[in-house]
């Protein structure tokens, strides 16, 4: 794995930090960061995601270039590769020698992220393909997942950065590794989705209680992650404000099909999800949170034949 720098001390809450994208992930990120003492600048194109996190204490720069000027790592967190391909224009174009690494949690196609490892080979800037697995409302109190590829001295020395965002850090070799990695993990999240709505659709209709559900099938062996996160979302029926929007998740549910059909795999359950993800969108619940699967689910099983 290539280091294009020699990072013999770990990053400290000195070091300054960039972060690009301020959305739902990335400013709950920099509101952790900033609450911790880290020296966090960001940017994001739309003015409303600019106020949020700057009523949370970021300090908000009216161009990309004033968040690279300054850092010694860029996190970046991003809907498309587009966006990302943009940020690396702007890090080659400001020539910051002291910017060591940037490091990229955003779920985005496989040969994006090697594509941008190799764009800043050159500039003598590690890159670390190293996206986040959780939702928003995890992000707010530093519950994500890192699946951390690339150079590991770039890793070593990110790490007590990304111990301060989140619970969990996993370090798995060469780059590229953390996406594969996160695409493994998101088509578990598709199938435990739908089967949560599923699980409180059938309990509802046999007379329990939605609470109660959420209550007890975390008690036992029939319960995941998603449901617990989910579930209480569906039994309120509350999707809005969404910690993960429907219409975004329909370009991981893209990634995923893409990538499982490169491999030469076969994902028989999660291409069973997708006709519901896609009746979302077509239902117009591309806003609301992924939870809002549940409605569709509910609508398929008033329109069954008995």
Not at 22 to 30: D, F, K, P, T, Y
Not at 191 to 210: K, T
Request: charged letters at 20%; a negative charge; glycine letters at 8%.
């Amino acid at each position: 794995m290539i280091c294009m720098n020699e990072l013999k001390k770990p990053a400290n809450n000195a070091t300054p930090i960039g972060i690009m994208g301020l959305g739902i992930m990335g400013s709950a990120i920099a509101n952790q960061l900033t609450t911790l003492g880290w020296q966090v600048a960001g940017f994001d194109p739309d003015p409303i995601q600019q106020k949020i996190a700057a009523d949370m204490g970021v300090s908000i720069k009216s161009h990309p270039k004033d968040v690279v000027c300054n850092a010694e790592i860029i996190l970046s967190s991003l809907p498309n590769q587009q966006a990302l391909n943009d940020s690396i224009d702007v890090i080659l174009d400001t020539k910051n020698s002291n910017l060591k690494v940037l490091a990229d949690l955003s779920t985005l196609e496989l040969e994006g992220k090697l594509s941008s490892r190799d764009r800043l080979l050159g500039a003598g800037i590690s890159f670390l393909d190293s996206p986040i697995s959780g939702t928003g409302a995890q992000a707010t109190t530093g519950d994500l997942s890192i699946y951390s590829s690339g150079c590991e001295e770039a890793y070593q020395y990110c790490l007590p950065l990304f111990r301060d965002f989140t619970s969990s850090v996993c370090y798995l070799g060469e780059c590229g590794n953390g996406t594969k990695m996160k695409f493994v993990a998101n088509l578990l999240v598709a199938i435990h989705n739908v089967a949560s709505a599923e699980a409180m659709l059938l309990g509802e209709r046999c007379g329990l209680d939605p609470q109660d559900i959420c209550d007890a099938i975390p008690m036992g062996a029939g319960s995941s992650r998603i449901f617990e996160l989910r579930a209480p979302l569906m039994a309120s029926q509350k999707f809005e404000p969404p910690t993960m929007r429907l219409d975004l998740w329909q370009k991981d549910m893209a990634l995923i099909s893409e990538f499982v059909a490169r491999s030469g795999a076969v994902a028989p359950l999660f291409t069973a999800t997708s006709p519901f993800y896609e009746a979302a969108i077509k239902n117009q619940l591309g806003a609301q949170d992924t939870a809002a699967i549940y409605s569709v689910l509910a609508q398929t099983i008033e329109q069954a034949p008995d």
